[in-house]
């Protein structure tokens, strides 16, 4: 990697992965208190991630000015610039969330001291696993009576399946919750709910007798034991093997108690990567590359009610650009002008002059970007790796006012290229099909396409194993096409999905097609 322009060498693009209330919420809050983007607090956000119902949804979506900003948070600290790209905690909105994961470049798994590893955090981790992304822990709530220490790293390791390297140690739990030791500098951090500072005492190592006094007897024993345990059975750090994704550090604390906040900053300030290498169909691009590249990884539409919108969210992988300078849209060949980018702060948009690898921006989407498109400098690029996801619910849709069609037609294009819900043209009916990873997107799909079109439409699901894009040699596809004509559609890419009623039909097109492939994710 060549060396970095000192703009892009302070970059930290980083997600947050988490259970819904495990405190993502309350963690984000506290980032952005620490980079005096806000003044208190807990006033910030709306709960994006709380989605458990429609009706939450809908809530939400009117609130959509404050829940929207929260795609992409920017705050500096400690003379780093942080990007921190939201992910919808509520599992039926993975896809989104997946893709998030393409933009960052390291991740804070943050777990919850009393659940433990829960099923969301062990989805989420398979994509960084995938992807071998960076990822620095953090167990939140030490104020609760929650699992065992060791036991909870036991978890990571065998559910999460990522060495663990703790960098601190608490000392009691719950309410008699002393603190944490710092394994590095042998310094102990003192909890103190009430006066809600944190003190930071150097000791000359677990054995310093003012752990005692400080600590009490009873803790400082379990404390000690659990140190041997920690610093003999596990490997020390390596931060090679952090970037590659196979060991990740370990922070204990509270975030609504603001304990172990500032260290996991700094932590993620001196460890986790600046923009690295990313790789595109033709050869990998250096984040210090003085030319401009960048891609597509989230649509969204409708932001503002009041003003039909919609902003296409890019992650920029090298050099920088600047405002109302000219780009080159890799997919069509067309030079667009960037007029207006943004970026994110808080509640707050602003437009901004110039952006460095590593940042997000979202720029206006006149309707031709498509999740995944590469934009360039001049140079034909195509980024790799932003998948689209076989969805496993699908639904036929039916207009209820059959003259409202044109309004059912636009909303299902935006929405299905905001990447929410895929669309598909059936080779034998002229009624729509849509496909969603989770049902809760069928609703979701629905209340949208009435309150922002005007379209009511009926979604009748149809009960089917699963979608596969059929990939091969083109005589094969078209013989497979013929035989299987019913079950055959079109994504909005133009290529070719099988629609499998059962597990038994794959099988026998797999037999009968060695030639093909039947793929469950499809990259652009
Ligand atoms: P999420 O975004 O991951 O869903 O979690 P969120 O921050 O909303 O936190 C979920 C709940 O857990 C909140 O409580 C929050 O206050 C609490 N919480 C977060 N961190 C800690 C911690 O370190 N210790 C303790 N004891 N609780 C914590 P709530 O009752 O659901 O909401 P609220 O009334 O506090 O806003």
């Known amino acids: 990697m060549t060396t970095l322009h000192p703009e892009i060498a302070k970059r930290r693009t980083f997600a947050i992965v988490s259970h819904p209330d495990a405190g993502k919420t309350t963690m984000t809050e506290k980032f952005l208190w620490y980079g005096k983007v806000i003044r208190e607090a807990g006033h910030v956000r709306a709960k994006s991630n709380r989605s458990y119902t429609v009706s939450d949804w809908m809530k939400i979506e009117q609130q959509r000015g404050i829940s929207v900003s929260s795609s992409v948070l920017n705050f500096p600290f400690e003379g780093c610039q942080f990007n921190l790209v939201d992910t919808p905690g509520h599992q039926d909105f993975c896809e989104d969330t997946y893709r998030a994961l393409t933009a960052v470049d390291a991740a804070l798994v943050l777990i919850d001291s009393v659940n433990g590893v829960e099923r969301q955090t062990i989805k989420l981790m398979d994509v960084c696993r995938m992807r071998k992304t960076p990822i620095i822990t953090f167990i939140n709530k030490m104020d609760l009576d929650g699992k065992d220490v060791v036991d909870l790293l036991d978890e990571i390791e065998n559910i999460l399946g990522i060495h663990t390297c703790p960098f601190t140690l608490p000392i009691g739990y719950g309410k008699l919750f002393k603190g944490v030791y710092s394994i590095a500098d042998h310094t ?5 709910k009430e006066e809600g500072k944190q003190e930071v005492i150097q000791l000359s190592g677990p054995d310093d007798p003012r752990l ?6 009873v803790y400082v024993e379990e404390f ?3 140190y041997d345990l920690v610093t003999g059975a596990m490997d020390p750090f390596d931060r090679e093997r952090y970037l590659s994704g ?3 550090p370990v922070f204990f604390g509270s975030a609504t108690n603001n304990f172990g906040v500032r260290q996991l900053l700094n932590a993620f300030a001196t460890l986790a990567p600046p923009p690295m290498v990313r790789e595109t169909s033709t050869r990998p691009v250096d984040p210090g590359e003085p030319k401009f ?7 969204q539409a409708n ?6 919108d919609r902003t296409a969210f890019l992650r920029i992988c090298s050099g920088s650009f600047q405002r109302g300078g000219k780009v080159l849209h890799c997919r069509t060949g067309r030079e667009i002008r960037l007029s207006a980018p943004t970026a994110f702060m808080a509640k707050d948009k602003e437009v901004i002059d110039c952006a460095w690898a590593g940042d997000i921006v979202g720029i206006n989407d006149p309707g031709f970007f498509n999740i995944g498109d590469t934009l360039t400098d001049g140079e034909s690029l195509h980024f790799t790796g932003v998948p689209d996801f076989a969805p496993e619910f699908f639904a036929r849709v039916i207009l209820m006012n059959p003259l409202k069609s044109k309004q059912m037609n636009k909303g299902l294009d935006q929405l299905s290229e905001e990447g929410a819900t895929q669309l598909y043209s059936p080779c034998k009916s002229a009624v729509s099909i849509v496909g969603v990873v989770g049902e809760l997107q ?5 209340f949208r396409l009435d309150a922002e079109y005007g379209a009511d439409v009926a979604l009748e699901k149809i009960a089917a194993f699963g979608a596969r894009w059929v990939v091969g040699p083109a005589p094969e596809v078209a013989a497979f096409l013929r035989e299987h004509e019913h079950d055959c559609m079109h994504d909005k890419h133009g290529l070719l999905v099988c629609l499998f009623p059962n597990e038994y039909r794959l099988n026998l097109a797999v037999k009968n097609y060695p030639e093909l492939k039947f793929q469950k994710t499809s990259e652009k």
């Open 442 to 446: 069928f609703d979701v799909l629905k």
């Open 224 to 226: 000690r034991h659990r």
């Open 212 to 217: 005692v006094e400080l600590c009490g007897e």
């Open 293 to 299: 590249s960048a891609f597509v990884f989230k649509i």
């Open 188 to 192: 102990l951090h003192v909890f103190n």
């Open 303 to 308: 932001m503002d009610p009041k003003h039909r």
């Open 246 to 248: 196979e060991q990740c």
